[in-house]
C-alpha cells in the first residue's frame, strides 16, 4: 500500500514510517520541518535500507497536498503534522488552530477531492480532559482544558462529520497516551530544541549533564508516592498500532476512536527510578509546585484497541528508559564527532 505521512520526519512519524516500511508499505513523507530536520530523513534510510520519498511543505497547502495524492498514488494518510505543546498552545492559539485545524481542513480538501477515502489521525488522551473515571475508555466524555487540546477535538469532531457526509471514508482517530523512548538502533528519537516540556526527554537531558537536575512537579497528588500517574507508551509499540490501525480501514468503514496506551500507569517517581536503573546512576532530582492544568491521574483502557486492532502494547517501563538513554548517548556521541 502507498501510505502518506505528514509530519513524517518527526517523532511519532519517523518510527512509523520505519515500522510501516518494514511491514512492506510504500511510505511517502511530508513535513515542513518545523519541528523536524533532514538528517531525520538520512536516518530512516540508513535504517531500513530503503529510499524515502519526501517533499517539504505545508500540510496547508493543499494544491501540494492533491498533487503528492495523485503523484504517488496514494492509499491511505496517517496524519501526524501537527503543533503539540500545551503551554504554547496558549500563549500562540492561533498558530496552533492555523496549523492543526487549518492543516487538517486542507488535508480532508485534498483527499475528498482525489477520492482517497482512508485517514489515521494522530490523536490524544488530551481529549479526555479531566478524568471522571479510570481507565479512560472512548466512550468517557471530550472536554478541552488548552488550544492544543482543543484543536484535537475540533478536528476529531470535525471528522466524525465527514465520515458522516460519505459513507466512502474510512477514519480512525488515535488517542494517544504518553509515547516515550526511541528505536532500538539509537538512530531515531525524541530530540526537542530548547528545554524539553515533557518528562522523558527532560529526564534524559539531565541524565547527560546538559541540565542540572529534573523539577519533579508536585508530590502531593492522592497518589500512593504523591507525584502524578501517566500512561507511558513506547513509540515503536505506538508505531505498530497505526500499522495495525491501518489494516483495520481495509474492512471498517466510517470514523472510530481507539485508545493507544499500555493501560498501566506509572508516577514520576516510578520513571525516574527505572530510568537510574536503566543508567546505572542516580538521577538528580527535586520536588517543585504542581504544574498548572496537571491531572494527577491518566490511564488508558485498552481493550478496544485489541478487540478492534488485534494490537496490544509489548515493551516495559525498562525498555522505555533504556532506549532512551541508548538514543541520547548516540546523539552525544554523534556530535563529538561533528
Ligand atoms: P513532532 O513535532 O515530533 O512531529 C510533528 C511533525 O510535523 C514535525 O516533524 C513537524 O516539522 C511537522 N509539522 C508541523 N506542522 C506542520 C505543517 N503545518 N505542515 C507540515 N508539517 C508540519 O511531534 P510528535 O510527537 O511526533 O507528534 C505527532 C502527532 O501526534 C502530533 O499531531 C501530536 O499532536 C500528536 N500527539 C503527540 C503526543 C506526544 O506526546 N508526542 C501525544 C499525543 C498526540
Ligand atoms: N513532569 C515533571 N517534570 C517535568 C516534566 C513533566 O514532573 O519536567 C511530570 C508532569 O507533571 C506529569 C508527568 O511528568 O505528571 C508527565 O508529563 P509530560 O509533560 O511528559 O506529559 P503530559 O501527561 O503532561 O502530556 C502528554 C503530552 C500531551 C498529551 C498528553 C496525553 O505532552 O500533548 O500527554 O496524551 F496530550
Not at 505528514?6 to 508499505?25: C, D, K, N, Q, R
Not at 471514508?169 to 516540556?197: K, T
Not at 536503566?278 to 504542581?290: D, K, M
Request: net charge negative; proline share 4%.
Amino acid at each position: 500500500m502507498n501510505i502518506l505521512l505528514t509530519g513524517g520526519l518527526g517523532y511519532i512519524g519517523s518510527h512509523t514510517a520505519v515500522t510501516l516500511t518494514e511491514a512492506g508499505h510504500k511510505v511517502i513523507l511530508l513535513d515542513n520541518l518545523s519541528n523536524s530536520s533532514l538528517d531525520v530523513l538520512e536516518r530512516l534510510q540508513a535504517l531500513t535500507g530503503k529510499p524515502f520519498a519526501f517533499i517539504e511543505g505545508d500540510v496547508r497547502d493543499t494544491p501540494l497536498l492533491s498533487k503528492m495524492l495523485a503523484d504517488y498514488r496514494i492509499d491511505s494518510v496517517v496524519h501526524f503534522a501537527g503543533l503539540k505543546a500545551v503551554g504554547e498552545s496558549l500563549e500562540k492559539p492561533v498558530e496552533y488552530f492555523s496549523n492543526n485545524v487549518q492543516g487538517a481542513i486542507s488535508l480532508l480538501q485534498a483527499m475528498n477531492d482525489s477520492g482517497v477515502y482512508k485517514l489515521v489521525f494522530s490523536s490524544s488522551a488530551t481529549v479526555y480532559g479531566e478524568p471522571e473515571y479510570l481507565p479512560l475508555d472512548e466512550v468517557h466524555p471530550t472536554s478541552a482544558t488548552n488550544p492544543y487540546g482543543r484543536t484535537k477535538l475540533h478536528i476529531e469532531e470535525m471528522l466524525e462529520d465527514v465520515s458522516s457526509s460519505n459513507s466512502e471514508w474510512r477514519i480512525v482517530c488515535l488517542r494517544y497516551f504518553n509515547p516515550v523512548g526511541a528505536h532500538p538502533s539509537g538512530l531515531i528519537g525524541e530530540d526537542p530544541s530548547g528545554i524539553p516540556n515533557n518528562l522523558m526527554p527532560y529526564i534524559a537531558r539531565v541524565a547527560s549533564g546538559a541540565l542540572p537536575e529534573l523539577n519533579i512537579f508536585g508530590d502531593d497528588y492522592p497518589t500512593e508516592d504523591g507525584t502524578a500517574i501517566r500512561d507511558y507508551i513506547h513509540v515503536c509499540d505506538l508505531a505498530e498500532g497505526h500499522g495495525a490501525a491501518i489494516n483495520y480501514l481495509d474492512n471498517q468503514k466510517g470514523w472510530h476512536a481507539i485508545n493507544l496506551g499500555t493501560g498501566q500507569g506509572h508516577s514520576v517517581f516510578e520513571m525516574v527510578r527505572t530510568f537510574e536503573k536503566a543508567i546505572g546512576q542516580s538521577l538528580p532530582h527535586r520536588v517543585t509546585a504542581r504544574r498548572a492544568g496537571d491531572v494527577a491521574v491518566c490511564y488508558a483502557k485498552t481493550d478496544k484497541a485489541y478487540t478492534e486492532l488485534g494490537w496490544k502494547a509489548q515493551r516495559d517501563l525498562d525498555e522505555m528508559c533504556s532506549s532512551v538513554w541508548y538514543f541520547q548517548n548516540f546523539q552525544i556521541s554523534k556530535d563529538k564527532v561533528a
